[in-house]
């Protein structure tokens, strides 16, 4: 997993180049965000990520797990200087997803969860995903990302094959029917030929 300062005063991404405005990627800060995420996940459109039952004390400690983990991070994403989105990193082999596939050196799985949208921009969630796999494919380290989304979410399926994605098979874990998709760097650079 990469080093992130303690501090988190500087973000680990920034892609400047972009009609929305600047796209950053920063550790998440726990005190600050968790009200963020709070209020995120336990939204009916969030029902794909799993907690809109839950209570603060629950997503809180559910987010300290991961910020405390040696094999996963939580980072926020500002759009514009606007807190947008939220990304999660993680190692596969150490994570539950990582018993149902072969791991291979290199994969780095990821989730992605968008904040609620006070209005709809056109390819708002196309720029914020490609941002994300801009991220991970700049880390050498990274051959492949792993998703592994609600069967269920069709809306995740479409931005997944849209970014080169290959889906390998359903997987059942405790809580979902999950779709395994993998999708490497050459099809990633592929996909964002087409786009």
């Known amino acids: 997993m990469q080093v992130i300062s303690p501090l988190h005063t500087m973000p680990v991404y920034q892609e400047t180049s972009h009609p929305f405005g600047t796209i950053e990627l920063w550790p998440m800060d726990l005190q600050k965000d968790i009200p963020v995420i709070y209020k995120w996940v336990t939204q009916p459109y969030a029902t794909y990520w799993g907690m809109t039952d ?22 926020m994403g500002k759009v514009g200087g606007i807190t947008s989105f939220l990304c999660e990193v993680y190692d596969p082999a150490y994570d539950l997803i990582g018993s149902h596939y072969q791991v291979l050196k290199g994969d780095v799985g990821m989730h ?16 914020i995903f490609s941002a994300v796999m801009d991220f991970l494919f700049q880390n050498p380290a990274h051959q492949r990302v792993i998703v592994e989304p609600d069967t269920r979410n069709e ?13 390998e098979k359903e997987v059942q874990l405790p809580h979902k029917t999950a779709a395994l998709a993998t999708c490497t760097r050459e099809h990633y650079q592929l996909s964002k030929k087409k786009n």
Not at 112 to 127: D, N, V
Not at 155 to 167: E, S
């Open 54 to 75: 839950k209570s603060l004390t629950a997503v809180a400690l559910e987010y300290s797990n991961i910020f405390n983990s040696d094999h996963s991070m939580a980072l």
């Open 112 to 127: 992605l969860l968008i904040g609620p949208a006070e209005k709809q921009i056109h390819g708002f969630t196309w720029a």
């Open 155 to 167: 809306k995740i399926h479409r931005l997944n094959r849209r970014a080169g994605f290959v889906y």
